[in-house]
């Protein structure tokens, strides 16, 4: 059973940071692009960032640019999610993503979520 498993995510104060992780089981990603989403009550899903498969490239929403970095670990299986100067408008569910033919969107696998929630 292919299994995305997201942790990580809490409660934090503006300005503060968290580490979100992503661990796979069941089959390797390490071939395939992995990507971060998120959706805040009331909204839709939204793109926060992707990477490819062999952490070359990456790639960021225009409003976690600076503040957000997204990084793999192909041996371990496992994406991060590195957030700084966390925003209010940043609480969400998070999910991770993996395995798509576009980097922005049409992911195949998906992961349950992590709250993070953002207090100012």
């Known amino acids: 059973q292919v299994q995305l498993v997201e942790s990580g995510g809490g409660l934090v104060q503006a300005g503060g940071s968290l580490r979100l992780s992503c661990a796979a089981s069941?089959?390797?990603?390490?071939?395939?692009?992995k990507a971060w989403f998120r959706q805040a009550p009331g909204k839709e899903r939204e793109f926060v960032a992707a990477i490819t498969w062999s952490g070359e490239s990456t790639y960021y929403a225009d409003s976690v640019k600076g503040r957000f970095t997204i990084s793999r670990d192909n041996a371990k299986n496992t994406m991060y999610l590195q957030m700084n100067s966390l925003k209010p408008e940043d609480t969400a569910v998070y999910y991770c993503a993996a395995k798509a033919n576009s980097i922005y969107r049409d992911y195949e696998y998906w992961g349950q979520g992590t709250q993070v929630t953002v207090s100012s």
């Open positions: 069941g089959r390797t990603f390490s071939r395939y692009a």
